[in-house]
């Protein structure tokens, strides 16, 4: 039997097309969440910032805010509502979790936010579940996080 060779790269195409998003969500990392106070620290690969972190290749300043840890939270939340392809998956009030996918390949990168009402600031931890580099993506997304938070709030970023 003789099959053309359209035919075998167009079904290759679509098991890769089907596959590979699977393959690159990965399961939830078990370290999320709050440990003694603090969101987990970044690994060694540079696809993770947070604003917990003491080295400069992860560190990230934490998003600042006035008034009450309510609006506060409304606020961020009304942001990441407005991201596409952004779930939240854990909400106390004090941490929110959420899930950001990448267009193409479906990349999941966990984004975590602690309130620390003491200070008015929200810690961030933003990494990707998966790869060594992200090619900034993190920093990039918690940047615009922050850019629209502060616009909300009348702030300067």
């Not at 053309?4 to 079904?11: E, M």
């Not at 966990?110 to 993506?137: P, Q």
């Amino acid at each position: 039997m003789n099959i053309p060779a359209r035919a075998i790269t167009g079904c290759v195409l679509v098991a890769v097309g089907t596959l590979l998003p699977a393959t690159c969500s990965g399961s939830r990392p078990s370290n999320l969440g709050m440990h003694n106070g603090r969101l987990s620290p970044c690994p060694g690969s540079p696809n993770c910032v947070s604003s917990q972190s003491m080295d400069q290749k992860h560190s990230i300043k934490p998003l600042r805010y006035q008034g009450s840890q309510t609006a506060a939270h409304k606020l961020l939340l009304a942001v990441l509502h407005s991201m596409k392809r952004t779930s939240i998956i854990t909400d106390t009030g004090t941490y929110l979790h959420a899930e950001c996918r990448s267009t193409l390949f479906r990349f999941v990168d966990d984004v975590e936010f602690f309130f620390d009402d003491t200070e008015k600031i929200i810690h961030i931890r933003s990494a990707s579940r998966s790869g060594y580099s992200d090619l900034g993506v993190n920093r990039r997304r918690v940047e615009d996080i922050r850019r629209k938070f502060n616009i909300s709030f009348g702030a300067t970023p």
